[in-house]
């Protein structure tokens, strides 16, 4: 099976073509832009084809990382993926950032239990830990920056990524985001057929506005 | 296996369409018969469903379709598809009898496109064909509107709206194909509204739109919104340029002279709100919930126009600008020195409120209407003042409008009220319009703009900040 990879969550625009049989990754295209990823994108997809001599819909499956991440980056993504998906009848999955970051924290090898983060700001940071092997042992979440010493603890975990080093927490090694190669890996994974969506982990900054109206009888 | 497939699809066309002499030429009878003529792919859509989908229930859900159609049909006030939790409304059109028609008019090449909206608080999907002769016809229309959950709010939340959209868009496109008969294969080009509007939804709609179009291989069209509205009456009515064009939305108050395609001059527009903006003010301020324009008429049915005296604000000006802002504050200021309300407060309010939007809307207009006579812009005998936005459905306007056109000579247009608020037909037409007249399909690197004014040349009258004439 041929995976396209597509991240557009955080400052890189990427996306990777990636062969499950052999698992290797055919091609691959990354640029760090920080913003105006709806303008790179489909170059950065296309460049990523060619380079693998595919034809625009030379795929099986998208898989897209769903963040956490910039909400505007992620629906970038996402919409990008899923559209694809109805365009070419491929299968569409999706991966968190978080997932990814646990995944390339196993190559430190501590041996033990993996807290993954990511910087939320606000005195906040997205977070969930993975054992040693990869697997998830809670969903992910956003923790007060103070919370995540208590994580580590409860799971004997050693934390990576942009949340712990934001809440001053040690890490385990440099850990700064998610790789594009490891949102085609772990793409392998899901089970399509469930609609891809956004992991957002924080509600719309919007309530509803009070004392407006003038008082009726 | 493919050629399997084939055989039965044609054995089953054969049995559809009754076996008919396979007509060398395709302009001699039988013409109708989409075998004869070779056929494209889409003349057996319905057949090839069944055959090509993996899933069983395809079938089932195939006349399931059919019922909602033939419900469609019978009864278009009440009817509701709900495939998703969310109200989904379709204008549905008979698909066997458009494929006939579709298909015994060969000298008429038709093109197809797909438009995609989700510059606000409502996704949207649309199929829609033009003939050569500029003809057009709507194949599917799909909108999937965000009401409910803005309505906590009282106005649309730009993060709610986004969020919404990107989980509704993909199958809204592939509900208006598979409805349209038409094949991605076969439609010549994608449209997405790429500007003015709430930026998280532009970038959701814009995305698909250049993802569908760079895997299928086919052309993109980034559309201006207010571009859509303009050209609608064109779709709907034939409607010839130049032509006057009333956009009055939640968003939009303007008068725009359409003279030809990519042609706008702005003459008015609003200093401050816009008028739909207005009307949903005014029913939040009294507590009438959202969407407030079809609140605040129902309440002002009962209402005395004349007690509550409000301002008509730009009355008499000879520039053709808005101004709500201080209509706005003056419901405030009376209602408030009522309050506590009375049933009949509210009701008075709405009636003033809307007399004095009419009375202004009269003078505007009817100005705008003069100087068009004046500017000898009128080739035929009844040009046409074509009103677009989800303010023109409001009746008290609509009058107000109908009988200033009738005592000046112009024919009034007012599309379906459907295709006068967001949809995505308008945008698949905007860009059907703009690659007849020649204009070039975009890269897709397009990126999205929050403000985009339909008149490049025209001054910033409001909020011109470092995003440059917001419209």
Known sequence: ?217 | MYSEIKLTRQKLGFQLFGEKPLAADGRKRPVGDPIALGGKYHDFEHVFWQAMSHHQPVACFMSLCERQRAAARSDPVRFRLHPASTVVTGCFVNRIARRRKYSSEPMNKKTVFLGIESSCDETAAAVVARGADGHGEILADVVLSQMEEHAAFGGVVPEIAARAHVEAMDRLIAEAIHQSGVSLQDIDGIAATIGPGLIGGLLVGAMSGKAIAYASGKPFYGVNHLEGHALTARLTDGVSFPFLMLLVSGGHTQIVLVRGVGQYERWGTTIDDALGEAFDKTAKLMDLGYPGGPQVEKAAVTGNPKRIPLPRPMRGEARLDFSFSGLKTAVRQAAQALAPLEEQDVADLCAAFQLAVAETLRDRVGRSLARFRAEGLADEDRPALVVAGGVAANSAIREVLTSLCESQGFAFVAPPIRLCTDNAVMIAWAGLEREAAGLSANGLDMAVRSRWPLDAKASALIGSGKKGAKA
């Open chain 1, 1 to 217: 099976m041929l995976i396209l990879a597509l991240d557009t969550a955080q400052a890189d625009c990427a996306a990777c073509l990636f062969e499950t049989e052999s698992a290797t990754v055919l091609s691959r295209t990354v640029e760090t832009i920080g913003k105006g990823h709806a303008e790179r994108l489909m170059a950065v997809i296309d460049e990523t084809l060619q380079k693998a001599g595919k034809a625009p819909s030379g795929f099986d499956r998208v898989a897209v990382n769903i963040g956490p991440g910039s909400f505007t980056g992620v629906r970038i993504g996402v919409s990008t993926a899923r559209a694809l998906a109805v365009a070419t009848g491929a299968e569409c999955v999706g991966v968190s950032t978080l997932s990814a970051i646990g995944r390339q924290a196993l190559r430190f090898a501590t041996g033990r239990a993996v807290l993954a983060t990511i910087d939320a700001r606000r005195g906040e940071a997205y977070a969930q830990v993975f054992d040693a092997q990869g697997r998830a042992l809670n969903p992910p979440a956003t923790y007060a920056y103070g919370a995540l010493e208590e994580l580590l603890r409860e799971h004997d975990a050693v934390a990576f990524g942009t949340g712990a080093v934001a809440a001053g927490v040690e890490t385990g090694g440099d850990v700064t985001g998610a790789e594009i190669d490891s949102i085609a890996r772990l793409g392998r994974e899901p089970m399509p057929g469930q609609p891809v969506s956004p992991l957002y982990l924080r509600a719309p900054d919007a309530k509803p506005q009070t004392g407006f109206a003038v008082a009726r009888r």
